[in-house]
């Protein structure tokens, strides 16, 4: 495998290219990321009943304090108080994305 030798990343778009060292003398990487398939990772999650419960809790509560006409927070303690989350559509563009 080729790995790209040089940084060429940029913090800001007038920033000159970082240009820091990215191999060791025999090509190899000095920092190796190690990351998580996402398919994997979801298929685990879905398949654990206790989990699957606890999101599907977490959905209908807010359904239920929505149908309540409850306010929203003024202090958000959970992504499921945001307004974002309270008000964004699915893909038909009607119904609430977690009902």
Not at 47 to 75: H, Y
């Amino acid at each position: 495998m080729k790995y790209q030798a040089v940084c060429n990343n940029r913090p800001q778009p007038d920033s000159p290219l970082c240009g820091a060292a990215l191999l060791d003398e025999d090509a190899q990487p000095l920092k190796i990321f190690l990351y998580h398939s996402f398919h994997d990772f979801l298929g685990r999650l879905l398949s654990d009943s206790a989990l699957e419960k606890m999101m599907d809790d977490s959905c209908d509560d807010l359904m239920s304090s929505i149908r309540n006409g409850e306010p929203i927070p003024v202090l958000v303690t959970d992504v499921f108080g945001a307004e974002f989350v309270r008000t964004f559509k699915g893909p038909d563009g009607k119904k609430l994305f977690i009902d």
